[in-house]
């Protein structure tokens, strides 16, 4: 199986396709991040398994990459890096949804910084704090708009007693105010600033009272590249870390200086010739305009490949694959070139239409999306490009990836063991 983009199969993987996640893209796009939010630290979200990444080895290129928080949605996400040898020398680590009942207190014996969103949690981090003899670091999340996770500005004014009286029996310090952006992806809106003024009294609050705190936060991907009056001292990017645009309505990756990390190559499972009008895959949605070639490609909605993004609907064209080379190759005179998913997207295979002269051949190596600057620029696909053929967003796309995909991790060119 091939470990990089355009290399040749090894022997070392048997499923018939991989991710393949460029370690030193991370590092650079956390690096390029930095540069956007220069007055902050950077706290690299690895939620999710680093949105499909690989949470372990993401997080490890995000801190070379110069980020000096992780963050991890999940307690056993958070407890995961801490059992992998990160320690809090190396970054703090942030976790922030759990329920009732949630191992606090393991949390809490790793020196994992917890999110307080309800009066039952800050009960429960006190509880913990006091089984343990350790100090809980707590950031107190405000709902300042976003109607999900967090405390009403009246909620926050009500549990803050409780808090503070915490804070001076020892059980919890009060390290961080945050909050979360309902529409950063939309940066002209008014909701963006009317949340930033929200969060700003909710801060004024907090400290009012006598909190010390060390850091506020409210920018994720989106406001750390267009909102720099959302930096404050901590800046929260998570799909951007991953190279990928979290508004590309209004400028790609390219433009950001960021460079897609994941890239999802298969190998073609079966080449051969059929005649004009032949149905393609359920329910023939897709037939051939000509005496052609058709290729199968072993992976399918099971393994993360959208449905939506089949090429069966005359209004909206299938998912794009590269065919015949590498990036590099596109547009050259060589055979690269996209195509586009000829039919319904299975469960574990989509069909592609070569053509009536492809050379292609079973085990031959597909992309279908990866580090390319994108089909708008004229280059190869990108997970943006799938998500547009999708109807979704490209967090969706890199993250539902499936677990028997396996992941390849390189440095550059060069693969990490």
């Known amino acids: 199986m091939t470990t990089a983009p ?14 393949v996640v460029d370690l030193d893209a991370i590092a650079r796009n956390v690096g390029a991040l930095a540069g956007h939010a220069p007055s902050a630290q950077v706290m690299a979200v690895v ?7 690989g949470l372990v080895p993401s997080a490890r290129a995000a801190l070379a990459g110069g980020a ?3 963050g991890a949605a999940q307690v056993p996400e958070a407890l995961a890096l801490r059992a992998a040898g990160i320690t809090p020398s190396d970054a703090r680590v942030l976790t922030w949804l759990y329920a009732p009942g949630a191992p606090l207190d393991a949390a809490l014996e790793a020196d994992v910084d917890v999110s307080v969103h309800a ?26 708009g976003l109607g999900r996770n967090g405390l009403t500005p009246a909620d926050l004014a009500d549990l803050l007693p409780a808090a503070r009286q915490a804070e001076a029996d020892g059980a919890v310090r009060l390290v961080g105010v945050w909050s979360h952006l309902a529409f950063a992806d939309d940066p002209g809106n008014p909701t963006v600033l009317h949340q930033a003024e929200v969060f700003d009294d909710a801060v004024r609050l907090v400290e009012a009272a006598g909190a010390g705190l060390e850091v506020r936060h409210l920018a994720n991907s989106a406001a750390t ?18 190279g990928i645009s979290p508004v590309p309505q209004v400028s790609d990756s390219v433009a950001y200086g960021l460079v897609p990390a994941m890239t999802f190559e298969a190998e073609l499972a079966n080449v051969k010739r059929v005649g004009a009008g032949h149905g393609v895959s359920y329910a023939h949605r897709y037939t051939t305009a000509q005496d052609t070639m058709l290729g199968v490609v072993p992976v399918g909605y099971a393994d993360g490949v959208p449905r939506h993004a089949s090429g069966d609907l005359p209004e ?8 015949g080379g590498t990036a590099d190759e596109l547009g050259s005179d060589g055979a690269a070139r996209v195509l586009r998913v000829a039919g319904r997207v299975c469960m574990d295979q989509l069909v592609l ?20 600057t994108g089909l708008a620029r004229g280059g190869a696909p990108t997970a943006q490009d799938w998500a547009d053929a999708a109807g979704t967003i490209a967090y969706e796309i890199v993250t539902r990836v499936g677990t028997r995909v396996p992941r390849v991790y390189v440095d550059g060119t060069k693969e990490v063991r």
């Not at 800050?122 to 999340?141: C, I, P, S, W």
């Not at 239409?353 to 390319?372: K, M, R, S």
């Open 47 to 53: 939620k999710a398994d680093a949105y499909g990444h």
């Open 68 to 70: 000096t928080w992780l």
């Open 6 to 19: 355009g290399s040749s199969p090894t022997p070392s993987l048997d499923f018939p396709a991989r991710v």
């Open 225 to 242: 590249l267009t909102a720099p009056r959302m930096h404050y001292d901590l800046v929260r990017p998570g799909i951007a870390v991953y």
């Open 353 to 372: 239409d070569l053509g009536p002269w492809a050379t292609e051949q079973a085990g031959d190596v597909v992309t279908l999306f990866g580090a390319g």
């Open 119 to 144: 009066a039952w949690a800050l009960d429960e981090v006190v509880a913990a704090a006091r089984a343990t003899g350790r100090t809980a670091r707590v950031h107190l999340k405000v709902d300042t």
């Open 316 to 323: 909206r064209p299938g998912g794009p694959v590269l065919v």
